[in-house]
């Protein structure tokens, strides 16, 4: 093993404040798994909660695990050290069980690296009875876990926190009774929310759709996702505070969780369905222990200004000397009482996110602010001497066309000479930074049946924003790369057969173009295809909580 890597994982805890570490011996041992380097996946609440969720069982022991950033990946490849955890340096293949937390489908090419680095099979037909058992859970997987499917052994489908009690405890009975993994993961596929991918298999149609997808078997043909009727009960805060991340030492609360307005593009209302809202003494309670640890608080959730307690609890903030941070807020319930507690807080940037620059097309995708909002928003930023907003919008929505794309600047030049008019000239005028990024159809939205627009015409309308904004003053414009949202569009949608670029990628380091060569998939017919209205998906087995038939009504209305 490398001391250099062992001595950095040391260095690491010792900057943190909250990390838990358990005595090793009779119990069970999860490696909890981000596949991102540390920076990223500490900024992660839902990888803080887990973590702390699984130690909360006395009977488990859980520790960390990140994808090693270069340098020290190259000392692992070097070295030829087996990844270990951050706690106790303990190599992954000595734990029972590896639990991968995964936000984003880009970042499944990272799962890859870490078995392979941690030395354990990357297909899960590979694996015996001696390798970990790999788990997975988190947004993406629970959207559509299929392109993932060769490589875990079982899925955790919805929020973590509600499933894991009967895990652990099916779990360690299994292990008591002397079980192997077979029957270990034949017994969980009875659990409502979990997926094994083993227990069911699939058909395809001539025309590479799919045909049937069945169990193999006793179990239920639909995998229920689980979520937390109460939230209340269950805290969602940081866990471990460390230097080393986005937000820095800030303690985030979750303050919200799913959104009520259901935009027809976004995963968040209706992944997270209900929209659930903390009561404010348990938000008080929270935040009074986070005040404890840092001056800082971030609040965190899709649909926080929509909170009824959010003035009330930055006031609680403030009043105990400690700043009040947010990550983004609807135009359209952004009040003044707020805006005050961010500006005195050191805020100097607020966030919005209009998304599409004409009322038409805001319209199709059913996010319900208008210009009018957006502008009022404006004023209330400006009038409380925050200089700087952050816009976020897309291109490449359904029914999009040029005269969309040039709202976009509109919009913009509207809202900057709005700024100069409000702030009368003032010379310490901020800076509009706007971030355009490429849609990317998603699976359980109504705009499942879509394809992606031609990366082509993605770089083109990007390209359009970027000139006709260079020579504004005080705007910046960054923008994404067509060819990722091409590759998540890929991973979000597709079936089983994905999982074999996702394995050529990897094994050609990344080279993604050369894995589309070299694997006899044709890619375009999941980023490219418009979906007949009866297609069946790969993520039909899921119930997600929404009927397809209202997903597709919503569809048709977009379009109409
Ligand atoms: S308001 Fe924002 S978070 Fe809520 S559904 Fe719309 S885009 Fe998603």
């Known amino acids: 093993m490398s001391w250099a890597l062992i001595d950095k994982a040391r260095k690491t805890v010792a900057q943190e404040d909250g990390a838990i570490i358990k005595s090793w011996g009779g119990k069970i041992t999860v490696a909890i798994a981000y596949p991102n380097v540390y920076y990223v996946g500490m900024s992660n609440l839902g990888f803080h909660t887990i973590y702390c ?51 984003f489908e880009n970042d499944y090419i990272n799962i890859l690296r870490m078995l392979d680095l941690a030395k354990i099979p990357l297909e899960r037909g590979k694996r015996d009875d001696d390798h970990p058992l790999v788990i997975a859970g988190g947004v993406a997987s629970t959207l559509n876990p299929e392109p993932i499917s060769n490589f875990i052994d079982l899925f955790v489908i919805g929020e973590g926190e509600e499933i894991l009690p009967e895990f652990i405890e099916s779990y360690k009975n299994d292990v008591e009774e002397g079980h192997g993994k077979d029957e270990i993961l034949e017994r969980m596929a009875s659990i409502s929310g979990i997926y094994v991918p ?100 971030g609040l965190i959730g899709a649909d926080v200004s929509d909170h ?37 807080s050191g805020h100097k940037t607020i966030t919005l996110a209009p998304e599409v620059g004409s009322e038409r097309l805001r319209r199709v995708i059913d996010k319900r602010i208008t210009e009018r909002d957006i502008l009022n928003a404006v004023d209330t930023v400006i009038g409380n001497d925050i200089l700087n907003l952050k816009l976020y919008f897309m291109v490449g929505l359904p029914t999009e066309t040029l005269e969309d794309v040039e709202a976009i600047v509109h919009i913009t030049k509207t809202i900057k000479h709005h700024v100069l008019k409000v702030s009368k000239g003032n010379r310490r005028l901020g800076r509009i930074t706007l971030s355009v990024n490429c849609f990317v159809p998603k699976p359980a939205t109504p705009f499942q049946w879509h394809p992606l627009a031609d990366i082509k015409i993605l770089g083109d309308r990007l390209k359009i924003i970027r000139k006709a904004l260079k020579r504004e003053g005080n705007v910046n414009v960054t923008t994404d790369v067509p060819k990722w949202a091409y590759i998540q569009a890929l991973l979000s949608r597709g079936d089983r057969r994905v999982g074999r670029i996702i394995l050529s990628a990897h094994r050609f380091g990344g080279d993604w173009k050369r894995a589309f060569r070299e694997v006899d998939v044709n890619t375009d017919f999941y980023v490219y295809r418009q979906r007949g209205a009866d297609e069946i998906f790969p993520w039909d087995f899921i119930d997600h909580g929404i009927e397809k038939e209202r997903l597709l009504a919503g569809y048709k209305k977009a379009l109409a």
């Open 53 to 103: 969720r699984l130690n909360s069982f006395p009977e488990v022991l859980c520790e960390r695990v990140f994808l090693p950033d270069k340098d020290e990946y190259q000392e692992y490849t070097n070295t030829k050290t087996a990844l270990f955890t951050l706690e106790s340096q303990k190599r992954l293949y000595e734990f029972d069980i590896i639990a991968f937390s995964i936000s």
């Open 198 to 297: 083993r227990c069911y298999g699939v058909s395809y149609n001539s025309d590479g759709t799919i045909k049937d997808f069945t169990p193999r078997g006793r179990f239920s043909r639909k995998v229920k996702r689980r979520w937390v009727k109460c939230i209340d009960k269950i805290e969602t805060h940081s866990v471990v505070l460390t230097p080393n991340t986005e937000f820095g030492d800030m303690f985030l609360m979750e303050m919200t969780r799913g959104c009520k307005w259901a935009c027809r593009f976004c995963t968040i209302s209706f992944t997270y369905r209900p929209y659930r809202r903390r009561g404010i003494e348990s938000l008080s309670n929270t935040a009074n222990n986070g005040l404890n640890k840092s001056g800082r608080i």
């Open 308 to 344: 009824p307690g959010l003035s009330e609890l930055c006031d609680l903030i403030v009043t105990n000397n400690g700043k009040v941070s947010v990550a983004s807020l609807r135009a359209d319930s952004l009040s003044d009482r707020v805006v005050k507690y961010l500006k005195g």
